[in-house]
C-alpha cells in the first residue's frame, strides 16, 4: 500500500470524465499504445492521451467511450506525441490495464470526487 495521503492532497489531483472522439495506432511507442483524443467539454476543451490499453481494446471500439482521467499533470512528451491526460485503469492479473468507467451517463468535464 501507499503512503497515507491527506484529504488536501487528494483534492490536487484533478480527475474528470472525458468522451474517447479520436483513437489511432501509435506504432512508434516503445510498448503497444493508443493515441486518444478526449472530450472534456467546454471547460477543458479536447485533450490527448496515449494509453498502453492494445491488449483489451481496439481503437475502433472506443470512439464515444467514456474514460476518467487526471487532467492536471504536465504534458508528456513520448517520442513524436504530446500526451497531456493520463487514462485511468487498473491492472488485471497479465499486468494489462483495463480502463476504469462510469456506470452512467454524465457530461463530459464531470469532476471526480
Known sequence: MAATISWSDFEKVDMRVGVVTD??????????ALKLTIDFGPELGTKRSSAQITAHYRAAELIGR????????PPKQIGPFVSEVLVMGA???RGDV??????HAVAPGSKIG
Open 23 to 32: 483513437a489511432q495506432p501509435f506504432p512508434e511507442a516503445r510498448r503497444p
Open 91 to 93: 491492472y488485471d492479473a
Open 98 to 103: 483495463v480502463l476504469l468507467n462510469v456506470d
Open 66 to 73: 467514456r474514460v476518467i482521467a487526471v487532467v492536471n499533470f
